[in-house]
């Protein structure tokens, strides 16, 4: 399994242009093969601090995520929008256990 | 290294009494032996949905953190505020990779 979890931020002043978009990509992403979770979620200490929570089956689905139309217009919408300090990373491992 | 990511959900009517108490255990955590990371964040389709996502550096700092007062405070603390739904998931992995 492939866990992908960081953060980026967009400039606060673009938040509310950013978040329908943000919902737009992650409903698609979530309807894709091999997706188990796909999320965004705003920091609780600063809303223009965004968290991505990501888990797929395999390093194929993702490739294949990162290569569909709904992630091309999302990487060319948010970079209008003050989108930096992308802090994403790709863990490789089991499903885990609960805790 | 360990990555810890899922999410839990409380009343909507408690968000707001819950945030502050968010922002205390985690930013004593933030201060422990072996936290990469941790963090609280709300989802953007639903702000009763909250984001986990913590870095350790091992098992033995996690455990470590689990005895701690501040956590047994934040335990006791959101109890009371319809805290639900809690999925959150250990993983055992490498540094991982930036993607």
Known sequence: MIVVMGTFRVAPEHIDTLLPLARKVAEATRAEEGCIQYGYAQDIDDPALFH???????????????KSAHMAEWVAARSGLGFHDRMIRLYETDEGVAI
């Open 52 to 66: 991505v929570a990501e888990r797929w089956t395999d390093r194929a689905a993702l490739m294949s995520h990162a």
